[in-house]
């Protein structure tokens, strides 16, 4: 009898043993693999939750700011880095521009989180806070192309999402008046070296008018097919998203393109730089991926800003 127990004794003590072994092994190899675990566990920076780009711009003291309007938030991106929201109240930014002067204000449309539309807002604080400025039309206007004059400020041109009109403001929002419009506008630029110079990008092409939007021509380039945005750069290069083509651009006024490099994006906003030579765009890409890409003039670099490629 005491035999059998002392053979039992030692077999629990060598089972002991052995699971005490196994579990400083295991341990062991969890210390050292922890540095790669928690390594691959890393989330990348520039994925960002957000839903749809819808507006792009550069804060006019500091091209190192950039403003990026998206359905849902307001975000900051500073020098390239990843985007951070600074929007206090979430909102839907349909459409939004940055001046191209100093000492005025931000200006977006789009929804508020409470539900219908904003009419048109602006913003004093870097699109942290902003502040009604005019329902323009009743119920208000839900501008999803919008440009601003860098002339004059003062002077907004927006086109009403249910195409209920085509509007004009020479006194930052206080009145406005209503103007003929060739097609539903999908995009809108005004030149920076003259303010009745306008161009509208529609399902049909590109409209050019050049007196304040009274009458358009019809320009030839890119008849019938979709322009999804339109944007100048300081010394008046414009710049076009167009479908087939993609990114293309003109030194002439729209009177002869070319092309711009390649980016896998339907480019739905454009902000340029003239002064780095860079252009900012942002849209999806063919993996219905929202993205925000940063690439020079000569294409020598092209840098992603954001995306949401990740999070689904």
């Not at 539309?117 to 999803?144: A, M």
């Not at 630029?189 to 304040?212: C, H, Q, R, V």
């Not at 929202?290 to 003039?297: H, L, P, T």
Request: aromatic fraction near 10%; charge should be negative.
């Amino acid at each position: 009898m005491k035999s059998t127990l002392f053979t039992v004794g030692i077999g629990a003590v060598i089972v002991i043993a052995i699971i005490v072994a196994i579990t400083w092994i295991g341990s062991s190899l969890l210390v050292e693999q922890s540095p790669i675990m928690e390594h691959s566990m890393e989330i990348d920076p520039r994925i960002i939750n957000w839903r749809h780009v819808h507006g792009l711009g550069l804060d006019p003291t500091d091209h190192s700011v950039l403003y990026i309007a998206t359905h849902g938030d307001f975000y900051q991106s500073i020098s390239g880095a990843p985007p951070i929201k600074v929007d206090k109240e979430r909102a839907d930014y349909m459409a939004f521009n940055a001046p191209l002067v100093s000492g005025f204000p931000l200006y977006a449309s789009g929804h508020p989180s409470t539900g219908g539309n904003t009419g048109l807002i602006k913003s004093t604080d870097g699109g942290v806070t902003w502040q009604h400025v005019s329902n323009v039309i009743e119920p208000p206007v839900d501008f999803h192309a919008m440009t601003v004059s860098k002339q004059n400020p003062e002077t907004i041109i927006g086109f009403d999402s249910g195409a209920r009109g085509l509007f004009k403001t020479v006194d930052a929002g206080l009145t406005w008046e209503t103007l003929e419009y060739p097609e539903y506008i999908s995009a809108l630029a005004i030149s920076p070296n003259d303010s009745e110079l306008i161009f509208a990008g529609t399902g049909k092409g590109i409209f050019k008018s050049d007196n304040g939007g009274k009458t358009w021509i019809h320009l030839d380039a890119y008849r019938d097919l979709d322009v999804f945005a339109l944007a100048f750069d300081d010394g008046g290069k414009l710049f076009a998203s167009v479908k087939t083509f993609g990114l293309v651009q003109s030194d002439d006024l729209g009177d002869s393109w070319e092309s711009f490099k390649h980016v896998d994006l339907t480019v739905t906003s454009i902000s340029a730089d003239s002064q780095e030579k860079e252009i900012y765009v942002g849209g999806y890409s063919s993996g219905g991926f929202q993205e925000v890409y940063k690439i020079k003039y000569d294409s020598s670099s092209y840098d992603q800003i954001g995306t949401n490629k990740g999070l689904r």
